[in-house]
């Protein structure tokens, strides 16, 4: 599948950004998620907005006005 490996994502995340690394990761529209990989260092967030290949746009744009609720002041970079 080529939905995002939440788990090694916010991993990967913290070691990239100890390391000093800007990080714009890749993510689903969990807000969860999104705060662990806030939590870790990273200073945007991209979350999907369709499955990647799926041709179907925007999926879930509740899912979306949520996330950008919850995180009004950072930059969200959605994927299509």
């Known amino acids: 599948t080529l939905q995002p490996d939440v788990f ?3 991993e990967a ?3 990239l950004c100890e390391d ?3 990080v714009f990761p890749y993510t689903t ?3 969860v998620v999104a705060e662990r990989l806030l ?4 200073k945007v967030l991209m ?3 369709a ?3 799926s041709a179907l746009g925007p999926v879930n744009m509740t899912a979306l006005r949520s996330m950008r609720g919850y995180f ?3 930059p969200l970079i959605v994927d299509a």
Request: aromatic share 8%; with cysteine; proline share 12%.
């Open 8 to 10: 090694g994502l916010v």
């Open 13 to 15: 995340a913290r070691i």
């Open 20 to 22: 000093g690394f800007a």
């Open 29 to 31: 529209d969990d807000l």
């Open 39 to 42: 939590e870790t260092g990273c």
């Open 47 to 49: 979350p999907w907005c």
């Open 51 to 53: 499955p990647i290949g």
């Open 72 to 74: 009004p002041g950072v």
